[in-house]
């Protein structure tokens, strides 16, 4: 049982999420939350919304009291927090500590290169988008 814990401990996770196209109600973060702790030490929480919607500016501080880095995208054009995210991406990979695992929350698919790529470098991906 003690190497499992060390070994989860040891496995990076990041998590990143798109408010703007995929909203969780609170039952279904705190399910997501307790699914990437299982998965090991989350490094990142990363949301990101669009302060311009009022349901999602009124998510934020909700979002942070569970430890979510909000990341404000308060751009009209479309694809803006997906770009966002794909910069977030592409930099935390290369830090210190890059996450073993990505966890993407997004409703669209306009992250198909940037799955291929984080698995041509090892991560493991796991994707959730809304049904």
């Known amino acids: 049982m003690l190497k499992t814990q060390q070994k989860q401990q040891e496995i990076l996770v990041s998590i990143y999420w798109d408010l703007q196209n ?5 039952e279904l973060v705190n399910l ?17 919304y669009n302060s311009l919607v009022l349901h999602q500016a009124a998510e934020k501080k909700n979002l942070q009291n569970l430890g979510f ?10 694809n ?6 794909k910069s977030d991406l592409i930099d935390d990979v290369h ?26 470098l090892g991560k ?5 988008g809304d049904s």
Not at 22 to 26: A, D, E, G, I, K
Not at 33 to 39: N, Y
């Open 95 to 120: 830090k210190h500590q890059s996450p073993n695992i990505v966890i993407l929350v997004s409703g669209d698919g306009d992250f198909a290169n940037s799955v291929s790529v984080l698995r041509q």
């Open 32 to 48: 997501l939350l307790a699914f990437v702790k299982s998965q090991g030490q989350i490094v990142d929480k990363k949301v990101y």
């Open 69 to 78: 880095s909000c990341i404000d995208v308060p751009c009209v054009l479309k």
């Open 80 to 85: 803006s927090a997906d770009n966002q995210i």
């Open 22 to 26: 995929v909203f969780l109600n609170q």
């Open 124 to 128: 493991k991906v796991i994707v959730r």
